[in-house]
C-alpha cells in the first residue's frame, strides 16, 4: 500500500520554529509534485507550499511566503516544511500530499493530488 507519514508537529510559541517530515513508501514519489496543505477546525482544507521534482521549482500561499520554506530529499524519500515565525493562525492539521500535476494554479488544488498523509498537529501558543 503506498503511504504518505508526516511527522515533526506539537506545540511551539508564537515566533517559533518547527520542521515538519513526510516520508513517502515508494521510490516512485521522487517524480511526482508534493506539497503540504492545512486544516484549522471549522475551515476548509487550503494551500501551503508545493514543490516540483526537481527539488527546485516551489509555490507558496501568500501567507507563509517568506517564513515557511519546502524541500525534498528524493534519495530519502521525504519532503520537509520549515516553518519559522510561526503565528497563532498558523494552527492546523498539516497533511502532505504527492500527485503528477503541475502549474501556478493546479498545484494549489487539493481535488489535483490523489496520495495523502494522515496529517500531524501543530498548534502555536500566543
Known amino acids: 500500500q503506498v503511504q504518505l507519514v508526516e511527522s515533526g508537529g506539537g506545540l511551539v510559541q508564537a515566533g517559533g520554529s518547527l520542521r515538519l517530515s513526510c516520508a513517502a513508501s515508494?521510490?516512485?514519489?521522487?517524480?511526482?509534485?508534493m506539497a503540504w496543505f492545512r486544516q484549522a477546525p471549522g475551515k476548509e482544507r487550503e494551500f501551503v507550499a508545493a514543490i516540483a521534482w526537481d527539488g527546485v521549482t516551489t509555490g507558496y500561499s501568500d501567507s507563509v511566503k517568506g517564513r515557511f520554506s519546502i524541500s525534498r530529499e528524493n534519495a530519502k524519500n521525504t519532503m520537509y516544511l520549515r516553518m519559522n515565525s510561526l503565528k497563532p493562525e498558523d494552527s492546523a492539521a498539516y497533511y502532505c500530499a504527492a500527485g503528477l500535476t503541475s502549474g501556478y494554479y493546479s498545484t494549489r488544488q487539493a481535488s489535483e493530488y490523489n496520495y495523502w498523509g494522515q496529517g500531524t498537529q501543530v498548534t502555536v501558543s500566543s
Open positions: 515508494e521510490r516512485a514519489f521522487s517524480r511526482y509534485t
